[in-house]
């Protein structure tokens, strides 16, 4: 009934199996339970689009789509996300839906070192999923757990403004 | 920074996951959203030799009404506390404070079971449940139980939780049509933790407050109810006076421990100005 192996507590330092779904392709990565996800993207999967700053979620550089949703990929363990579908920013650009963004970001100087960009792209993309028409105060709001030590955020917020305001009009942000 | 190496279980019931921690020796975690725990793990502040994963176990998920209360899984996020349509009809403190619960990311992930397990006292959600007269359930090794937020929080990140016990829900009076509701707090920087925060339900009749649970949080070393101010205002309405009344009673409610950064005489004054808006707002119908 209780499905626990003993030997589990024997095994603190043995490697796992897991599989996930990453940007659309089935993987399988052999970690330690302790290698946090940031972790296993980069260094197994060598998808170094997700940054690791701080480690603990201060900074928001991590920012993946975990089964649909932002989340932090320092904040949790890769064994967690066994069985997950994950989209990391490689994925999303691929896929085209922030393609609107980046060109936004990109025109308007929203990015100077690029450290902080994946991130803001995550949060960005989910923010303009959940609200359509978000004001400057809710897109600084939704930014709050993302730092850049470059822009000031102004650029920031001005991309993301105009993209919800061009995707409203239904056209693109051209 | 990184972890100690663990073992790592995930759960498919409650039993399960009682289980392996007895068979850990207590030597485990439960790990639920994980946006403390990893932190505090990467910190080396905790290094169990077993993580139980907690998340999978459907009998502690979901949202639903059962006799006079919302049955509120443990594993229920922050951010369904913001989109799940029951709350925000039968618990609308919850509702209203979710959003300065961390940020939007940290929502999608934490649990209101975890954030109430960990007890901590700049948290919004463990004070809410002392305002809201919340029942918290537990499962251990001995059964279920249910206690009252009231005989909850003990002691700085101390709970009635035993080692080894496990919330699977909790259970939050349903909002009723005469009784009004107001949360806010004091902030350097959304999303950060509070210098002080307050939440509120009272019953009215009329204008009339019959009964009220004040609750603030980031002001001592566990949520705290503010009963000296509550009797004040009870069987009275809100005018200047009473508010008045209510605040200076504040005093004989709260010691704000020594801080560098907030003064205890500081964190006081802004517990009064905080209490004087929402029982204003109160005042006026929020
Ligand atoms: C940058 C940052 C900012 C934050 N800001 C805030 C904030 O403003 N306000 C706020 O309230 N929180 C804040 N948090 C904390 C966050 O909200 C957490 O989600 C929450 O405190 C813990 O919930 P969790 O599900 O992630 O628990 P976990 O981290 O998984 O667990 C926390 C503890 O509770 C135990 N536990 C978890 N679930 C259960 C259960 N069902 N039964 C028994 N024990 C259990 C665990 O064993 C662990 O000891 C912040 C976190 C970060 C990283
Ligand atoms: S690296 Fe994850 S939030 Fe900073
Ligand atoms: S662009 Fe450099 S950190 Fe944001």
Redo the contacts between chains.
């Keep these: 009934?209780?499905?626990?192996?003993?030997t589990?507590?024997e095994?603190?330092?043995?490697i796992?199996r897991v599989r996930f779904v990453v940007n659309g392709r089935k993987v399988a990565c052999e970690v330690?339970?302790?290698e946090?996800l940031v972790d296993c993207l980069r260094n197994e999967l060598e998808l170094t689009g997700t940054h690791a700053g701080c480690?603990?979620?201060a900074c928001?550089a991590c920012?993946v789509q975990l089964d649909g949703?932002?989340?932090?990929s320092?904040?949790?363990?890769a064994?967690?996300a066994?069985g997950a579908k994950i989209e990391t920013i490689e994925g999303l650009t691929e896929s085209g839906v922030l393609a609107d963004l980046q060109a936004e970001f990109h025109r308007r100087n929203a990015l100077q070192c690029g450290f902080c960009t994946p991130g803001m792209l995550v949060?960005a993309h989910?923010?303009l999923s959940l609200v359509a028409q978000p004001s400057r105060e809710e897109i600084?709001?939704?930014l709050?757990?993302?730092y850049c030590r470059c822009t000031g955020y102004e650029a920031i917020v001005d991309a993301i403004d105009a993209v919800a305001k061009a995707r409203s009009e239904g056209g693109g942000a051209t | 920074m990184k972890a100690r190496a663990f073992s790592y279980f995930r759960a498919a019931t409650i039993d399960q996951a009682l289980d392996a921690h007895a068979r850990a020796s207590d030597d485990a975690r439960f790990i639920a959203g994980g946006q403390s725990l990893v932190p505090a793990l990467s910190l080396r502040l905790q290094a169990p030799r077993l993580l139980i994963d907690i998340t999978h176990i459907a009998e502690m998920r979901g949202v639903g009404r059962e006799g006079g209360y919302l049955r509120i899984g443990a594993l229920t996020r922050h951010c369904e506390m913001l989109s799940e349509p029951l709350i925000a009809e039968f618990a609308p403190l919850l509702h209203a404070a979710a959003p300065f619960v961390a940020h939007p990311a940290i929502r999608n992930r934490g649990t209101f079971g975890g954030s109430v397990a960990l007890a901590d006292p700049a948290s919004e959600f463990p004070a809410m449940t002392l305002a809201l007269d919340a029942e918290i359930e537990i499962a251990g090794p001995a059964g279920h139980r249910r206690v009252k937020a009231d005989d909850f929080f003990i002691d700085l990140f101390e709970t009635a939780l035993q080692p080894g016990e496990l919330i699977t829900a909790i259970y939050v009076p349903l909002f009723k049509a005469d009784q009004r509701f107001a949360f806010d707090e004091l902030a350097r920087r959304r999303g950060d933790y509070a210098l002080v925060g307050c939440g509120m339900l009272a019953t009215f009749i009329g204008e009339r407050i019959d009964d009220i649970r004040i609750s603030f949080f980031s002001v001592g070393n566990t949520p705290t109810r503010v009963r000296s101010a509550e009797a004040t205002l009870i069987g009275s309405g809100l005018g200047a006076e009473r508010i008045a009344a209510a605040q200076a009673a504040l005093e004989r409610d709260l010691a704000p421990p020594e801080s560098d950064e907030v003064p205890p005489a500081m964190r006081l004054h802004l517990a009064r100005v905080l209490l004087g808006r929402l029982l204003g707002r109160l005042g006026e119908g929020a």
């Design positions: 009934m209780s499905g626990f192996d003993e589990l507590l095994e603190a330092d043995e796992v330690a339970p302790r946090t480690e603990m979620g928001g920012l949703r932002a989340v932090h320092c904040l949790m363990f064994v967690q066994d949060n989910e923010l600084r709001d939704a709050s757990g993302n």
